[in-house]
């Protein structure tokens, strides 16, 4: 008589340390309610390193955006004797800007989303999820992070040049996205990643339109969210930059006056964004489980293994 072996954890989740309701998802495929409020309950109850890392990311957005910003606006502004020059270091300065800002926000939101990666499995296994926990488990994965942010925005630009399909990258480039955390919960090279992310939840039309769905869904949520935050910052920069950067000081092309209101604007623009880049990660990373749940049967994989390992420690 042959006698039965445990099966293995799913790579990359731990045995759930609790009974099967406790936790970090449901144990069983999601609605497209429970998915989107999935993505917003891992902010709150992890706020330090879900939210602590999408500031570092806006900061730096920040260090990048400004200068960028403040160039344009100087070349538009200032009055020149050869206006050829300036159109063209103007047309210069948009493409360089256009160029670093895909790569950046694509290397952003990469990272954000493999922190929210982390986040779950040390939640999954009751171990801490401060932000320097955190990262150190990330750390190791860091440079295959950046080249698979590199093929992510290769993978944009060749999407983005599809007529029709092109306008919305954000949606079809979001499920190359999910490469992310087949790196981060399963290994693999990242032609591997990219090839799993594909498949996980999206191997039928139907589940192709259900992820896109709800894609389309969590970009209108985070729409919401930044204008609501977006508008009162944005008064607040038009009343300090007017009261401090007066139209003579503008129109006789003070340097210091634009950069105060790029500054004021940039900020009043992005800092909505640690909200809106938290929750989008952790979208991305509830879509992820819900895609293995439904084609991979992840849920009944991890519930049996979670079991077996309870009862190993009893005995």
Known sequence: MSTATAPAPPVGLPPLTAGPGSGPVPLRPMSIGEVLDGGMDLLRRHPGPTLGVSAVLVGLMLLIVVPLWWLM?????????????????????????????????????????????????????????????????????????????????????????????????????????????????????????LRRATQVGTGTFLALVRQLWIRLLAAAVSALVWVMMAAPLMFIAVVLGGAVATEEALAAGDHGALLLITVLVAVAWYLPLIVVWAFRAGIDTVLYLDGRMRSEALDVEWGLASRLARKARVR
């Not at 606006?73 to 800007?97: C, M, N, Y």
């Not at 080249?147 to 954000?170: D, E, H, K, R």
């Open 73 to 193: 606006t100087s070349l538009i502004s200032r009055e020149s004797d050869s206006p050829g020059t300036d159109i063209l270091l103007f047309l210069l300065t948009v493409t360089v800007f256009s160029v670093l800002i895909s790569l950046a926000s694509t290397v952003f939101a990469v990272l954000a989303s493999a922190v929210c990666a982390v986040v779950l499995i040390q939640e999954t296994a009751g171990a801490p999820t401060s932000l320097a926990v955190c990262w150190a488990r990330l750390r190791p994965t860091l440079g295959r992070l950046l080249l698979l942010a590199l093929a992510l925005t290769g993978i944009n630009a060749v999407i983005a040049a599809i007529p029709i399909i092109g306008y919305f990258v954000p949606l079809f480039g979001g499920l190359m996205r999910l490469s992310v955390h087949v790196l981060i919960f399963e290994g693999g090279s990242i032609g591997n990643a």
